[in-house]
């Protein structure tokens, strides 16, 4: 049997790791459906209802998978790490009730008239829809991080001590709920998320336009995976150099404030000034390759970079190493290369972003097909920065669940047993695993089956007894 | 730092806030009973119909209602987090696997009618039709054995009682989706769900009974607490529901049958606060005053609850009334 702690860690990471990847698909694609369902009813080309109804099509798909492992998150905190909720309750407990009041059920209504209601509302009551989901999505968010926030940087309380057991009590709401660290959270997160969608999206669009003119299937709507991709590559040259810009403050803030993550995310174990920043890094012994932990590194890196990341411009800034801290390091491997991948991406996105830019303004965008290869590999990759990104955030915090106030082994539930914990553990394994598997096959299946086709629309447009629109394509 | 001043030490304009919240969070665990409910036994109902087009019917029914209906179970827990942090935490650890069950079924359900209309060949719906019916059936009977449980204490898994209070909720579910497929659909199978709603009332009651009988045999505590003027008094009105609810289904007057399955719900879910009341969680011997967070969180979510429920009650008016009436014929799920 496996150990209850170890065991609630395990199912805790793989819940939270397979369920982010709908809220990102859902929060990334609300903008965008908000745009297009905004271009429809205003009487736009038949190409904003296509990519309205097909982009919908994954979004409810999204939802749906993201309510069902969202819930079970929700319950994990009480399974799970009882001790954890007995103990941060007061504080943590308030923001996940107002997400589901505030913004879970916003989003859930008004998706049943989004998805399911164009025929049946005004224009003006659907657009309003849109907006609702959207704005749902958005605010669950604010929530879930304004949570999340307080565990990295714990502010406004005091411990006391209530039913012979020590608590967080609230005493000051602002500080907890304002805290510094939710705005660096947000903007990262919201940014990643749509920057993320735009990669999904132009890697679907660049795999259908080169299945048009490379491997000459003759896709149906090639116009409108063009238009797609043009959409893609704009939401992409906003938000590829934002992320950047914006992470690196972010990295400051967290050297600020968790110094301890901050040097496990540049694997620094001696208190020091003039770090360098290590592009890689390896242990020099042969045994410690797989010990997460190894201290002896051997590195390439820009000489004062790290000290010059950390902070904002001085390459002589001391950057408190891993041994000066009292408890043991988190699994610095992990983080280490976590950040290092999510940030070499992040500056792949920005060169994707501003070679697909490029091809556009020079009237080639739909010949490129090195391009087009590109976006076709990046098209999950953006999912894949995002999940790296929550990795240095959670395991860089380890041994804590609260920095600093609580670790997260005594969070867990006191009465779980080893069985108890390895039936769910083998059953989440088998079930995420198949949620995934499936998640994956049915948005391939809307994928290749494209969008609503133009007689489709037509139909529609008639029925509705509203002017003609024209047909797909003729922008 | 600021000062809330006696914000920070009693309750907002001297409310009663504890025993308000305990009420609030059953009436919102009462609200994802009866609206979930009726999708859950549309589920159920599902089982019975052989024919594609029905089942379509069915499953475009539910289809822009379940989510956000299945959002009160989250809010559920939300509130229940909030307002009694050790009552959320000793509960839903102890009763582990038997919560993961609930999990597994509401996947299941949840999952079911957007794979099953993504393909449409006889093994996959065949399949996704199977999820369905079993995860609509399994997560209100694991949820009845989650009651029980938090009324006796015990964190078994299975147990005579859990097993009455388990199927009691399953006919309830059973009552309502009946009324509320008859008020979506029309034809054949409006008429054919008419006699498994009036037998699901029956059996319901039945259970009902059944159930305090058991419950009153397994702790003294409850012993006490079941024969008492109110728990009886709302048995009697449930059965007086009960008949209402069929007499309005015989005569088609199925809003009203749909209203009397609702307050059945609320009744049960009433009953359950009753038998608890003054604890929260007889399991680890914890009073609604014992388990109740500190005013200051209190009172705070406090105003963003009455800020925040009315509105989600505009959302659902707003979302009902978009679907009134039956399914058109060119809608699915």
């Known amino acids: 049997m496996v150990d209850p702690v170890i065991a609630s860690r395990v199912q805790f990471a793989l819940t939270t790791i397979v369920h982010i990847i709908f809220p990102v698909m859902s929060m990334g694609l609300a903008p965008f459906l908000v745009y297009f369902t905004w271009k429809e009813v205003r009487g736009g080309e038949a190409v904003y209802e296509q990519l309205r109804r097909f982009w919908t099509k994954i979004f409810a798909v999204s939802f749906v998978v993201g309510t069902v492992t969202g819930i079970v998150l929700e319950f994990e905190f009480g399974t799970n790490f009882a001790a954890f909720s007995t103990f941060a309750g007061e504080l943590f407990g308030g923001p996940l009730a107002t997400e589901g009041m505030m913004a879970f059920m916003l989003e859930a209504t008004f998706l049943g008239i989004f998805v399911f209601g164009r025929e049946r509302v005004s224009d003006r009551l659907y657009f309003v829809s849109s907006l609702a989901v959207a704005a749902g999505t958005w605010l669950s968010a ?3 991080l304004i949570a999340n926030s307080w565990m990295q940087l714990p502010r406004g309380y005091e411990l006391v001590e209530r039913g012979g057991q020590t608590v967080v009590h609230l005493t000051d709401p602002l500080a907890a709920y304002l805290n510094p660290r939710f705005m ?12 993320s969608v735009a990669l999904f999206m132009a890697g679907v669009a660049a795999y259908h336009i080169f299945k048009h003119y490379v491997w000459g299937y003759s896709v149906q709507e090639v116009d409108f995976w063009e238009k797609t991709l043009k959409i893609a590559i704009v939401a992409l040259l906003i938000t590829a150099p934002l992320q950047v810009l914006h992470g690196d403050m972010y990295a400051r803030h967290v050297h600020e404030t968790q110094p301890q993550k901050f040097a496990a995310m540049e694997a620094v174990w001696e208190t020091d000034s003039y770090v360098p920043e290590y592009l890689v890094a390896f242990p020099t012994s042969l045994d410690d390759i797989t010990n997460p932990r190894a201290k002896e590194l051997f590195g390439l890196g820009i000489p004062g970079g790290a000290s010059w990341l950390a902070s904002g ?4 800034a001391t950057i408190r190493g891993l041994n000066d801290f009292e408890t043991e390091a988190p699994p610095v491997a992990i983080v280490f290369w976590s950040f290092r991948a999510m940030v070499g991406l992040g500056f792949w996105f920005i060169l994707l972003a501003f070679w697909g830019g490029y091809r556009w303004w020079r009237g080639e965008l739909l010949e490129d097909d090195l391009l087009h290869k590109a976006l076709m590999g990046s098209s999950l990759l953006g999912i894949l920065a995002v999940e790296l990104g929550w990795v240095v955030t959670e395991v860089g915090r380890q041994p804590w669940v609260v920095q600093g106030v609580l670790k997260t082994a005594d969070g867990v539930s006191p009465g779980l047993t080893g069985t108890e914990a390895t039936i769910t553990l083998a059953g989440f394994v088998l079930a995420y695993a198949s949620l995934l598997a499936l998640y994956s096959y049915v948005v391939a299946r809307i994928i290749r089956a494209g969008p609503p086709g133009a007689e489709e629309l037509r139909t ?16 | ?80 987090f909030a307002a009694f942090p050790a009552a959320y935490a000793n509960l839903f650890s102890r009763n582990y696997l038997l919560l993961f069950g609930v999990l597994a079924a509401l996947i299941l359900r949840g999952l079911a009618p957007e794979m099953y209309e993504q393909r449409h060949d006889a093994a996959w719906q065949r399949w996704w039709g199977r999820s369905f019916v079993a995860g609509s059936v399994l997560a209100p009977f694991l949820l009845g054995v989650f009651t029980a449980n938090w009324l006796t204490g015990s964190d078994a898994l299975l147990s005579p009682v859990g097993v009455a209070v388990g199927l009691a909720l399953v006919a309830l579910t059973v009552v309502s989706g009946a009324a509320f497929l008859r008020l979506k659909v029309s034809g054949p199978l409006r008429a054919a769900v008419r006699r498994p709603g009036e037998r699901a009332v029956v059996a319901y009651l039945v259970l009902v009974v059944l159930s305090l009988g058991l419950l009153s045999l397994s702790t003294p505590r409850l012993a006490a607490t079941v024969v008492t003027p109110p728990v009886l008094a709302l048995v009697a009105v449930s059965v007086g529901l009960g008949v209402g609810y069929v007499a309005a289904l015989r005569t088609g007057r199925d809003l009203l049958a749909l209203v009397a399955s609702g307050l059945l ?25 014992e388990a109740i967070v500190a005013p200051l969180a209190l009172n705070i979510m406090s105003v963003a609850s009455a800020l925040l429920l009315p509105l989600v009650v505009t959302y659902f008016v707003v979302l009902y009334s978009a679907f009134g009436g039956p399914v058109q014929p060119t809608e699915s799920y």
Do not use: C
Not at chain 2, 27 to 45: H, S
Not at chain 2, 46 to 67: M, V
């Open chain 2, 265 to 289: 719900t609320y009744g049960l879910v009433a009953v359950v606060a009753l038998l608890l009341f003054p604890l929260i969680d007889p399991g680890a011997d914890l009073s609604v005053a």
């Open chain 2, 1 to 80: 730092m600021t000062d809330y001043g006696s914000l920070a030490t009693e309750p907002l304009f001297g409310l009663p806030l504890p025993t308000l919240w305990f009420a609030l969070v059953f009436a919102i665990l009462g609200t994802f009973l009866f609206l979930d409910g009726f999708d859950f036994g549309a589920g159920a109902l599902f089982a019975t119909r052989e024919d594609e087009s029905e089942r379509e019917t069915i499953l475009a029914a539910i289809g822009p209602f379940w989510d956000g209906n299945e959002v009160w179970l989250v809010v559920f827990g939300g509130a229940l």
């Open chain 1, 184 to 195: 660096f959270m947000y903007v990262h997160m919201q940014n990643a998320a749509v920057e």
């Open chain 1, 460 to 475: 529609f447009v008639t029925e509705a007894d509203e002017p003609t629109a024209g047909a797909p394509g003729d922008d």
């Open chain 1, 313 to 316: 411009g001085d390459p002589q």
């Open chain 1, 142 to 144: 604010v929530w879930i």
